[in-house]
Each structure stands twice: as structure tokens, then as C-alpha cells.
């Protein structure tokens, strides 16, 4: 079996939560965020800045997203959180 890297493009998943109940907008994002690939992002739209995420995902994920705010309030907030990877991980499949 070849062990070769992914090359496909990255995936940047959308996620508009105002339109979310706000008890069911950390578990939606969690669960979107371990599905994701090394290099894919979550793209959030809130109504607040989501800093309290920010720590949670810093008590889950140490060292394994990016957080890029790509708009700042006053009335909205986006967000790019990225999965990382190890910069020479492969596939897997060779352990390697």
C-alpha cells in the first residue's frame, strides 16, 4: 500500500450559529471540529465574540487549532478555527 499525503484542497465548513439555539452551539461545534482533517477549518458566525470557546477549545485541543478572527464586532464576529497537524504526518497508513 502507497503512503502518499492528501492533496486535496482544504474544507472550510460554514457554521452560522445565530440561527442556532445557543444550548446546542458548542456541541454542534465540537462535534464539527473532531470530523475535520488537519488543515480544514470551521468558519463560525455569532452574534458575540466567542472567547469563552476559545478557552474551551484550548482545554480540549491544546495546540491543535488556529483561531483567526476574521471579523470583530460590533454586531457580528467570524471566526476560522483550523485543525492542525503535524507539518511531516502522513496518511497513516505507515505509521509514519
Partial sequence: MSCSPD????????LDLRRIPPYERHALIFDS??????G???????????????????ARWP???GWEYLE????????????TGEANSCCGCCGG
Fill in 7 to 14: 492533496t486535496a484542497a482544504p474544507v472550510h465548513l460554514p
Fill in 33 to 38: 471540529f473532531t470530523r475535520l482533517a488537519a
Fill in 40 to 58: 480544514d477549518a470551521l468558519e463560525l458566525t455569532n452574534d458575540h465574540d466567542p472567547l469563552p470557546l476559545r478557552q474551551q477549545f484550548e
Fill in 63 to 65: 495546540q491543535q487549532f
Fill in 72 to 83: 470583530r464586532g460590533p454586531q457580528l464576529w467570524r471566526v476560522r478555527i483550523a485543525r
